[in-house]
């Protein structure tokens, strides 16, 4: 997530969409922002670190995660864990959507918090408050010089510190340049508003007399040449492209709109364009936080010293790159 770091208008406006942006993210159900690489919850070296943390953990332990979004952390928790252990507070800046919590017995449920519309920089917490304080691609997306003191001031003297953090050189952050490439391209692409042009012409096609005018009505054939010439232009660019994903989806979809104003007429399918429309500017601005908050060699190091000499002399630590099939995921950081 994003944090207010300053208190303009137009950095807080900023916020204001990003935040609505996550929101409607989690609003879709999904339990964790890497998806595409893990269909349920994570898996691999990074569902191995979360399992290891939690398994050294106490019945009567405490646990804050810092961008918890829709919980994968706590349903990992809850999975080593199902009927009695640690307790689990997700704060997160936007306002997560979680569906899997309606599964869980009540004495599980009892476990699990979600606090929505909280910073990192602003913990609403007494001090040490937890013994564990953990995070998966959450507390990098913060202006860490304000929640770095903040998890230090709710962790208690004894307790632990346990991050997953991007990684500026890692799989996710490469494809979301890629995706954002994409995006840019699209912006400045004629496809999507020559797509809404054809609608309503989509739309007649379920009218025999309607049909046979749209072979001689010059405005169709102007706008068919149009949206061709749009098509092509994307087509043109999946070719070669390492990560097309993004781009063919938007033909997918549009095809699917289409289909739809054949089906139920020109509104209801502007309707689905329009939202698709909105969907890819918030994937924009997540895309944007995350390439911008991942951090490299030095900026994880610089993290682990703060970690280290707010614990003080006894703190140990350590830290590692995760990679699942041998391509990198993330920064993994422990401090106790």
């Given at each position: 997530m994003t944090s207010d770091r300053d208190i303009s208008t137009d950095d807080l406006s900023q916020v204001a969409r990003r935040r609505l942006a996550w929101t409607r993210f989690w609003g879709q159900g999904p339990l964790h922002s890497l998806g595409t690489s893990f269909a349920g919850n994570y898996a691999d070296a990074i569902g191995t670190f979360w399992q290891g943390e939690f398994a050294a953990c106490r019945s009567h332990e405490t646990i804050l995660d810092i961008g918890c979004g829709n919980g994968?952390?706590?349903?990992?928790?809850?999975?080593?864990?199902p009927e009695d252990g640690p307790e689990w507070t997700g704060i997160d800046l936007?306002?997560?959507?979680?569906?899997?919590?309606?599964?869980?017995?009540?004495?599980?449920?009892?476990?699990?918090?979600?606090?929505?519309?909280?910073?990192?920089?602003?913990?609403?917490?007494?001090?040490?408050?937890?013994?564990?304080?953990?995070?998966?691609?959450?507390?990098?997306?913060s202006d860490l010089s304000r929640s770095q003191p903040e998890v230090m001031r709710v962790l208690k003297p004894t307790g632990r510190l346990a991050l997953?953090?991007?990684?500026?050189?890692?799989?996710?952050?490469?494809?979301?340049?890629?995706?954002?490439?994409?995006l840019e391209f699209l912006s400045r692409s004629d496809f999507l508003e020559s797509a809404a042009m054809m609608i309503p012409y989509f739309a007649l096609l379920n009218d025999v007399e309607s049909?046979?005018?749209?072979?001689?009505?010059?405005?169709?054939?102007?706008?068919?040449?149009r949206f061709d010439a749009a098509q092509h232009e994307i087509q043109k660019r999946v070719v070669g492209e390492p990560i097309p994903d993004l781009l063919t989806d938007v033909q997918i979809f549009v095809q699917d709109c289409f289909c739809a104003a054949v089906s139920a007429g020109a509104p209801p399918a502007l309707d689905r364009l329009s939202g698709?429309?909105?969907?890819?500017?918030?994937?924009?601005?997540?895309?944007?936080?995350?390439?911008?908050?991942?951090?490299?060699?030095?900026?994880?190091?610089?993290?682990?010293?703060?970690?280290?000499?707010?614990?003080?002399?006894?703190?140990?630590?350590?830290?590692?790159?995760?990679?699942?099939?041998?391509?990198?995921?993330?920064?993994?950081?422990?401090v106790s």
């Open positions: 994968p952390l706590a349903k990992i928790l809850i999975d080593l864990y936007s306002n997560p959507r979680p569906t899997w919590i309606a599964q869980l017995v009540e004495a599980a449920a009892k476990r699990v918090r979600f606090r929505g519309g909280v910073l990192a920089e602003e913990l609403p917490f007494e001090a040490s408050s937890f013994d564990l304080v953990v995070s998966q691609f959450g507390i990098e997306y997953v953090v991007h990684h500026a050189q890692s799989l996710p952050v490469y494809v979301s340049r890629q995706e954002l490439r994409h049909r046979a005018r749209l072979q001689s009505d010059p405005r169709a054939t102007e706008a068919r040449q698709y429309r909105a969907l890819l500017e918030d994937s924009r601005l997540r895309l944007e936080d995350l390439v911008r908050s991942a951090l490299d060699e030095a900026g994880i190091l610089a993290l682990q010293e703060r970690f280290e000499s707010a614990k003080g002399r006894a703190a140990r630590s350590s830290l590692n790159a995760l990679s699942v099939n041998d391509q990198v995921f993330g920064w993994a950081l422990r």
